[in-house]
Structure formats: structure tokens, C-alpha cells
């Protein structure tokens, strides 16, 4: 199961929606084209770093935590997101040149990218209590889809927006 079957599974997207105020259709949309941007953000960070700091918040609790009936902590999403795009400027670019592709209103965007960055992690926590080589082999896995053209982020967006961080934003973010 991609990424994006996880979020749709999970009831991710619908609770994105509901905490948005936009349609389900919206959230998919605007998610299927964040997820590139964000998955080589996890992908770019250092392994031990990353999954110490998604531990330290609530590992797959994060998850939980959008999905669950309590609001969600925005907070823990904004200092994750600092942990893989480096400052908010990065993260603003992101949800600027994803709005521009996927039709999805920039501001609904930069709420979105927390809330959706929780979700993708936490998501990926759980994914890798069961990974033999824990949190880097599940990432590594669904790059390598995305890479290879198989693992839908849904729609046509997720390929044509895998490189927003890799050539429009250079060399803001460090390579592990």
C-alpha cells in the first residue's frame, strides 16, 4: 500500500478536510502534491535525527493525533516540518509552488504542510515498527517508488512535483 492508499486509508485526508473546512476532493488534491516535497524532506534529513526527533513528539502518535476526536498540536507539525525544510521560508516556498500546479489556495496549503507532516510521520513510525531496518527502509522504500514512476502520490501531481525542494529550492537544505 503508497503512501497516499496509508492516508486515504487511515482517514487521514478526510480529517484534513474537516480541520480545513474543504471538501475531501481539496485535501487530496492539495496532499497528493505536498507529499512529494515533503517525503525527499524526510528523505534529506539524517536518519538518527529524524527519527529521534518524530519519536520525541509522539512517534505514531502523531498520526493519531490528526486523526483522533482532540485538536491536533499544529505545534509538533511546525517542528518537524523545521527539522526536514530547514526554516519557514522553505516550507512557504513549498506550499507556493504547489499551489501554482495543484489549483489548491497557498493558504489552505501552509495549514495543510503541519498537519500533513505529522500525519506522513507518524504514519511512517508505525510503518517501521514492522520494518526489519526500521525508519530509513520504509523511506527508502517509498522513494524508490516514487522514483519509479508505481507508487502513486495519486493523479499526475506527485511525479511533477518530486523535485520542488531538489530545483527550486538548491541548496537551502543539507544532503545526509
Known amino acids: 500500500m503508497d ?14 478536510a474537516s480541520q480545513l473546512g474543504i471538501s475531501r476532493e481539496e485535501a487530496e488534491r492539495g496532499a497528493g502534491a505536498l507529499l512529494p516535497s515533503l517525503l525527499d524532506g524526510f528523505g534529506r534529513s539524517d536518519e538518527g535525527e529524524i527519527e529521534g526527533q518524530l519519536q520525541q513528539l509522539g ?3 502523531l498520526a493519531d493525533n490528526v486523526i483522533g476526536p482532540e485538536p491536533t498540536e499544529i505545534a509538533k507539525g511546525n517542528q518537524l516540518l523545521g ?4 526554516s519557514k521560508d522553505v516550507s512557504r516556498q ?4 504547489t499551489a501554482q500546479s495543484s489549483g489548491v489556495n497557498q493558504d489552505t496549503l501552509k495549514k495543510m504542510l503541519p498537519i500533513l507532516a505529522m500525519l506522513v510521520g507518524g504514519l511512517l ?3 517501521s515498527r ?5 525508519l530509513g527502509s520504509v523511506l ?3 522513494l524508490g517508488q516514487m522514483a519509479g514512476g ?13 523535485g520542488v525542494l531538489g530545483s527550486v529550492l538548491g541548496g537551502a537544505l543539507g544532503r545526509r
Open 3 to 16: 503512501i497516499m492508499q496509508n492516508l486515504q486509508a487511515s482517514g487521514g485526508l478526510d480529517a484534513i
Open 59 to 61: 512517534g505514531g502518535g
Open 83 to 86: 527539522r526536514i525544510f530547514g
Open 94 to 97: 513549498v506550499a507556493t509552488q
Open 125 to 127: 513510525m508505525k510503518r
Open 130 to 134: 514492522g520494518a526489519g531496518g526500521g
Open 140 to 142: 527508502g522504500g517509498i
Open 150 to 162: 508505481r507508487g502513486g502520490m495519486g493523479g499526475g501531481l506527485g511525479g511533477g512535483l518530486g
